[in-house]
């Protein structure tokens, strides 16, 4: 049984094709059901229609569920230098020491959360230090990685008072490597 479809599917139909965002193609698809005849021709179209709409809507909902928190740190002067490293390395403290930024430092790990960021002087050029929370085996904040892609340098913060140096490296390469990171610099030790 034909159709017999309006003109303005036709019109709507070209539209949805050019149309670039979901919310565009979810609007035109739901003036189309809504000029599109009710009878026994149209019942494949409607149902068409009708399906293409719930997958645009799921796919919306799965989009917003995924959205988490995110750091974007603008970057300043000649570059912006990352630090990264496992907890209680000394990340918070370097930043300390070498800007006038004051994040909080503490025997504690985990007392960094959020990106710290300060401004390292050197020899009149201004560089751009920024302290990201602890890498572990186990966690890693998502939008740690963004920083890391985005940086200058990256510098890996190790603690030369631990014994384990070497596990601390791997740590945070096995991450940055899941993660699709790649970084110059960091080889595997020679025995």
């Known amino acids: 049984m034909p159709a017999n479809l309006p003109p303005e599917y036709y019109k709507l139909k070209h539209e949805l094709e050019a149309a670039r965002t979901d919310e565009e193609r979810l609007q035109l698809l739901e003036e189309m059901t809504r000029i599109t ?107 740690v990685f963004d920083l890391v892609r985005n940086a200058d340098l990256v510098l890996l913060v190790v603690s030369l008072a631990s014994d384990e140096i070497l596990d601390q490296v791997e740590i945070v390469k096995s991450r940055l490597t899941e993660a699709k990171i790649q970084i110059a610099g960091i080889e595997e030790p020679s025995d």
């Open 37 to 143: 005849p009710k009878h026994k021709g149209t019942e494949k179209v409607r149902a068409d229609l009708r399906s293409r709409i719930a997958k645009l809507r799921k796919a919306d909902g799965k989009k917003q569920s995924k959205r988490g928190h995110s750091y974007h740190v603008p970057k300043q002067g000649a570059g912006q230098l990352v630090l990264i490293g496992t907890p209680n390395v000394g990340k918070s403290q370097i930043i300390a020491s070498f800007t006038k930024a004051k994040p909080s430092v503490s025997p504690t790990p985990y007392t960094t959360q959020e990106p710290s960021v300060g401004m390292l002087a050197y020899e009149n050029i201004q560089f751009q230090l920024v302290d990201t929370p602890p890498i572990t085996q186990d966690f890693v904040q998502p939008w």
